[in-house]
């Protein structure tokens, strides 16, 4: 059947219904004590409520509903198949006529359409959804028997990119238990370990990027001879580049060598989503880092990168000790000083080359989990694309 002939568009204002959402009162702990969840923007990610609420002026939503972010930098995103109170900053999309259209065909029409509303926000420190944009896209409206045949195509990707994300979060889950059996609280030898503190397992002062007027936002560029790097190259708690890649000329290098990073070193988040670590692979650029980053530069002769790394994304007194000095006031935040003093127990060098040996292995395996995901969401994209005939 196709799609593309003969379909009329039709504005998503004629469609639908906005009600946006309120803060809830009365929340509650448990849901046992509770009427329904409060939901989040991570709840549109597929993540579990973690907040519960009887509120009888509360904004209710159903399961055929579709809810999109209206404030923030997800404003956009849009999750379906929820119940639940609306919170503040999402806004709750009815469809008027259900013999008219499939919610779930709109729903991933909104979806494809994400970038765009992104992109054309309104508001100046906070971004808005731009109500009248969303209202105005036009969506091809096929027969009730083409919008569900578009679904099921769509929606049996989707179930492919679910277990591709399943997949990586078992192995999240199993680079920590490794962790905690071979060089962890878990491993046989771990009470006769002698405890260290970072600042005398390095062989370089550790370091932070530039501050201030160092370095400023003009001088960093889309393409360069020099790389930035910052909290999205660590914040995944591996070594990743993030969707923009940030550079400096080797001019303005030359001011900032100090703030090298090298391969093998260990950078460590300390703004924002604080300890995330991860080990500077070796086919990086020339770089250096932000100010948001912590930069290590270990003594082989005691303590693998790896090992370092990985205390930080899963040692739990490597976190109590985190979560202690956290000096953040208003937003988290660690300092160099902090880092310096961290303490923790150093395994013999021979069972840190196992650990890393075996995360090597698993690394791999786990790359090509990560190319199937890749693979999957843009067959989502290309296919969702062709079907809504949109280039936005």
Not at 328 to 355: D, F, T
Request: glycine share 6%; net charge neutral.
């Amino acid at each position: 059947m196709d799609f593309q002939t003969e379909v009329c568009a039709v504005g998503v204002g004629q469609l639908i219904s906005i009600r946006k959402g309120r803060k809830v009162n009365k929340k509650v702990l448990t849901r046992e004590e509770s009427r329904y969840p409060v939901l989040n923007i991570e709840c549109l990610r597929g993540g579990e409520p973690t907040e519960y609420a009887s509120d009888d002026r509360g904004i209710l939503c159903n399961s055929d509903d579709i809810l999109i972010v209206s404030d923030g930098a997800n404003a956009g995103l849009v999750g379906t198949n929820l119940v639940g109170y609306v919170g503040s900053t999402i806004t709750k999309l009815e469809v008027l006529d259900k013999k008219r259209v499939n919610y779930l065909y709109l729903y991933h029409f909104l979806k494809v359409k994400f970038d765009y509303l992104n992109n054309n926000t309104i508001g100046a420190a906070i971004p808005h959804l731009d109500k009248m944009r969303l209202l105005q896209l036009e969506i091809p409206l096929p027969s009730m028997e083409g919008q569900i045949h578009v679904v099921s195509v769509l929606e049996k990707i989707e179930g492919i990119k679910t277990k591709e994300r399943r997949k990586n979060e078992l192995f999240r889950e199993l680079y920590e238990a490794i962790f905690y059996e071979l060089v962890g609280p878990s491993a046989s030898e771990y009470e006769k370990w002698d405890s260290q503190k970072i600042k005398d397992l390095v062989e370089a002062p550790v370091r932070s990027g530039p501050f201030g007027s160092q370095l400023l936002r003009s001088e960093i560029q889309e393409e360069g001879e020099v790389a930035v790097f910052g909290i999205d190259n660590a914040v995944k708690r591996k070594f990743s580049w993030g969707k923009e890649r940030r550079f400096i000329s080797m001019e303005k290098y030359e001011q900032l060598k100090r703030y090298t990073v090298y391969p093998d070193d260990v950078i460590i988040t300390i703004m924002g989503t604080v300890g995330c670590a991860a080990v500077v692979p070796a086919e990086i650029p020339v770089a250096i880092t932000t100010k948001h980053l912590a930069t290590l530069t270990v003594d082989r002769r005691k303590v693998e990168p790896q090992y370092i790394a990985s205390a930080f994304n899963h040692h739990p007194e490597v976190h109590q000790q985190i979560q202690q000095k956290d000096r953040g006031a208003i937003m988290s935040g660690l300092n160099i000083g902090i880092i310096r003093e961290i303490e923790l127990k150093i395994p013999p060098l021979v069972e840190q080359q196992k650990y890393v040996h075996i995360v090597s292995h698993l690394e791999k395996i786990e790359l090509s989990i990560t190319n199937s995901l890749i693979i999957a969401n843009k067959l989502y994209e290309e296919t969702a694309r062709e079907f809504f005939l949109t280039k936005g």
